[in-house]
């Protein structure tokens, strides 16, 4: 699957596809290189300028 995560809550990644569709997954069932590529994204995502969306990403998980 391509596509980039957008948020973190709950323990799940949601990511949106080129299309824009999204989809969560839990990170435990991510292989490991993908949980430290999002280690390293968070902690990028909150430094630069460009804060993660948790609002954004707990409208997706619970739907609102």
């Known amino acids: 699957m391509e596509a980039e995560p ?3 809550a709950a323990g799940k990644v949601i990511f949106e ?3 824009g569709k999204r989809c969560t997954y839990a990170l ?3 292989i490991q290189d ?7 994204w ?3 995502s ?3 300028g460009n804060p993660l ?4 990403a707990e409208a997706v998980l619970t739907g609102k």
């Open 17 to 19: 596809k080129a299309h």
């Open 42 to 44: 968070f902690r990028t």
């Open 53 to 56: 969306q948790v609002t954004r």
């Open 46 to 48: 909150k430094t630069s």
């Open 34 to 40: 993908d949980r430290a590529y999002l280690k390293q």
């Open 6 to 8: 957008i948020g973190v």
């Open 28 to 30: 435990n069932q991510l």
